[in-house]
């Protein structure tokens, strides 16, 4: 099946700090989703971005599908925006979402 | 509904229980899935559902893992006989179109705890 790689693994920021997520997969897809899991544990969808570039407040994503990854910036960061951020596929020959280990946010003010 | 619902949303069994996980998909979803979340990892595949066909079930762990939508709506997955390594979190998401892309929403989960 495809492989979905995220990276960093963790990342620490100070309150007001901007950045990058990144994640990296095998295969072409027909649909890749962004995801906030809050501290309850439900998975809050963030952008729905098979390609192109997209933005919602401070967040924006961007996918390149040809080149197989996309980011998610954060920006002007708050505490809020800590927790765990996944990034799922949908291969090409595929129906279901394959998700990435995830990146662990961590904000401090 | 206005969202996935899932109930209930903790239970704790004692190994060698059965245990029966509900979820509520958006209306008028076509598609459904089931994953498995163990604790800090990325949520893991079980079952699909289109409509009240169950399409691929690859994922489920064993026999004792069983899940049914009859009437293509509201959906159950059943593990029997729980086992400690169950302990998971227990995912439910749904989305509109079947057999082609599109946005996925997931409910709040289920965690299920085995002692």
């Known amino acids: 099946g495809i492989q979905v790689e995220q990276s960093p693994p963790d990342l620490i920021l100070q309150e007001g700090a901007n950045s990058t997520l990144r994640c990296n997969f095998s295969d072409s897809v027909n649909n890749l989703q962004w995801f906030h899991q809050n501290p309850w544990g439900q998975l809050i969808n963030l952008f729905y971005?098979?390609?192109g570039t997209k933005q919602n407040g401070r967040l924006s994503a961007t996918t390149v599908a040809t080149e197989r990854y996309s980011l998610l910036y954060i920006s002007s960061s708050q505490t809020t925006d800590s927790g765990v951020y996944f990034c799922?596929?949908?291969?090409?020959?595929?129906?279901?979402?394959?998700f990435g280990a995830g990146t662990t946010v961590t904000v401090r003010a | 509904g206005a969202g996935v619902s899932q109930s209930p949303r903790y239970k704790v069994a004692k190994r060698g229980q059965d245990v029966a996980l509900r979820c509520d998909p958006i209306s008028g979803h076509v598609s459904l899935f089931w994953y498995q979340q163990a604790l800090g990892q990325g949520p893991e595949f079980l079952t699909y559902f289109q409509n009240e066909a169950q399409l691929d079930k690859s994922g489920l762990p064993s026999d004792r893992f069983f899940a049914e939508r009859p009437e293509g709506s509201v959906s159950t997955l059943k593990i029997q006989r729980t086992q400690q390594e169950d302990s998971a979190v227990y995912l439910c998401?749904?989305?509109?179109?079947?057999?082609?892309?599109?946005?996925?929403?997931f409910g709040e989960g289920s965690r299920l705890t085995v002692l």
């Open positions: 799922a596929v949908e291969g090409s020959n595929d129906y279901k979402l394959s």
């Open positions: 998401a749904s989305s509109m179109l079947g057999g082609a892309p599109g946005e996925l929403f």
């Open positions: 971005i098979p390609s």
